[in-house]
């Protein structure tokens, strides 16, 4: 059994090369281009793990009982979105897009071997970040706050800052990186940073 699969990575050799989207970006930047930077490049991960894939791949499970699926992180991530720039900072009174009351899983649940399925969670999840990041450059400080009385983004049950929104959602894409990964090392063996 070999010990290495790095012929399998996304990039040649595993070495950051110049056509890597997630390379280059703004460094040395101030607060906020940092924190958007670090938000970007994990978006891009997410869209580069799951390129060249059908819906097939896109919906296949990890392993019983999960019903983790690339498409169904992809759904989670554009409903995370929503809830967290929309609903919390905007203050919209916008519905969920796959989760409901009785269906608490249903960005896992619905996603489906549909191409229909795959291209409309891209579209959601693209509408969706084009609209936190809109909502990010018109705001005049990271210190505006929008108050969370439910801790639902982990706010412990009270106000939160656009600044904590941007670092809680680097820590979501970063916590579901990992499982983007696996996901993808078990449908095709690529791995890759």
């Known amino acids: 059994m070999a010990t290495t699969r790095r012929a399998d990575m996304f990039t040649e050799d595993g070495k950051p090369s110049d056509d890597d989207p997630r390379e280059h970006g703004p ?31 896109m919906a296949r499970r990890s392993v019983e009982p999960s019903t983790m699926s690339l498409l169904g992180l992809v759904r989670h991530l554009a409903e995370v979105e929503r809830a967290t720039f929309r609903v919390l900072m905007a203050g919209q009174d916008v519905p969920r897009l796959y989760c409901s009351d ?65 670092v809680g959602m680097i820590w979501e894409y970063g916590r579901h990186m990992g499982h983007v990964d696996l996901l993808r090392e078990r449908i095709d063996g690529r791995i890759g940073q």
């Open 27 to 57: 460094t040395l930047g101030d607060e906020r281009t940092t924190l958007l930077e670090a938000l970007r490049t994990a978006r891009l991960t997410l869209e580069m793990k799951c390129a060249g894939l059908d819906a097939q791949a």
């Open 102 to 166: 009785t269906d608490r899983d249903g960005d896992f649940d619905g996603a489906v071997p549909d191409p229909e399925v795959v291209a409309e969670a891209w579209a959601a999840w693209r509408t969706e970040v084009a609209f936190s990041n809109e909502f990010v450059a018109r705001a005049p400080t990271l210190d505006i706050t929008a108050d969370d009385p439910a801790n639902l983004h982990g706010s412990g049950g009270g106000a939160m800052s656009l600044r904590e929104v941007l």
